[in-house]
C-alpha cells in the first residue's frame, strides 16, 4: 500500500481490513507467526508543517510463539500509534539520515510515497508485550528434556529437587 505524499492535500484516511494472507512470514524463527484475523486499520496520514504525521490504531489477532512453551497461540491487540515522517532532501545522506532519525524522532521515507505496509507491521512488532506468554500458568519446557509440561509431566520432575540445589549437582556431575 503505497501512498504518495505529494497528492495530500489536507488528509487521507485508511480505514480498511487487511487479510489473513497479507501478513507473509518470512522466518519460522519469526516471533509473529502469521495472522489468526484480518488487520483492521483506522489510519490518518496528514501534513504537518514540513512532516507528515500518520496516525492510527491498528487491531487484531496475531499468531505468536509463547516464550516459555514455545507453543503458537493467538494474541490479540489493539494499537494507537503515531509516526512522523519526513522526505528527506536529495542532498541529505544516508547517515545524516539515520542521525536525524534519532535526534527528531522521525522516519525519513525514500522519495516522497511511503510504504504504509512497512510502518503497520513495525508497529504491530512494537505492540507486543516483552515477553510474549500463552498462559499466565503456563509451565513451559522441562529443563532437563524438553517436553511441554502443560502437557505432560516428565520423569526427571521427581528426581530434582530445589532447583539451586540441582544445579549444584548437574555442575558437580560435569566436573566428574
Ligand atoms: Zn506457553
Ligand atoms: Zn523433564
Known amino acids: 500500500m503505497i501512498i504518495d505524499l505529494k497528492n495530500i492535500t489536507?488528509?487521507?484516511?485508511?480505514?480498511?481490513?487487511?487479510?489473513?494472507?497479507?501478513?507473509v512470514v518470512q522466518d519460522e524463527d519469526d516471533q509473529i507467526l502469521g495472522l489468526e484475523t484480518p488487520l483492521e486499520l483506522d489510519i490518518k496520514v496528514s501534513r504537518a508543517g514540513e512532516k507528515y504525521l500518520v496516525k492510527g490504531e491498528i487491531a487484531g489477532g496475531v499468531r505468536v510463539r509463547c516464550d516459555r512453551c514455545l507453543e503458537p497461540f493467538r494474541w490479540d491487540f489493539k494499537s494507537a500509534f503515531s509516526v512522523y515522517l519526513v522526505v528527506p532532501e536529495p542532498t541529505t545522506d544516508q547517515a545524516d539520515i539515520e542521525l536525524l532519525e534519532e535526534e527528531m524522532e522521525v522516519d525519513f521515507t525514500?522519495?516522497?510515497?511511503?510504504?504504509?505496509?512497512?510502518?503497520?507491521?513495525?508497529?504491530?512488532?512494537?505492540?507486543?508485550?516483552?515477553?510474549?506468554?500463552?498462559?499466565?500458568?503456563?509451565?513451559?519446557?522441562?529443563?532437563?528434556?524438553?517436553?511441554?509440561?502443560?502437557r505432560e509431566a516428565c520423569q526427571c520432575?521427581?528426581?530434582?529437587?530445589?532447583?539451586?540445589?540441582?544445579k549444584l549437582q548437574s555442575l558437580m556431575e560435569n566436573r566428574g
Open 10 to 23: 489536507e488528509e487521507l484516511l485508511v480505514k480498511k481490513a487487511l487479510d489473513r494472507d497479507w501478513w
Open 110 to 150: 525514500e522519495g516522497e510515497a511511503v510504504e504504509l505496509d512497512q510502518i503497520i507491521k513495525e508497529q504491530v512488532y512494537l505492540s507486543l508485550p516483552m515477553k510474549c506468554i500463552c498462559k499466565d500458568d503456563c509451565l513451559g519446557l522441562c529443563p532437563g528434556c524438553g517436553v511441554n509440561l502443560n
Open 157 to 166: 520432575k521427581q528426581e530434582t529437587g530445589h532447583p539451586a540445589f540441582s
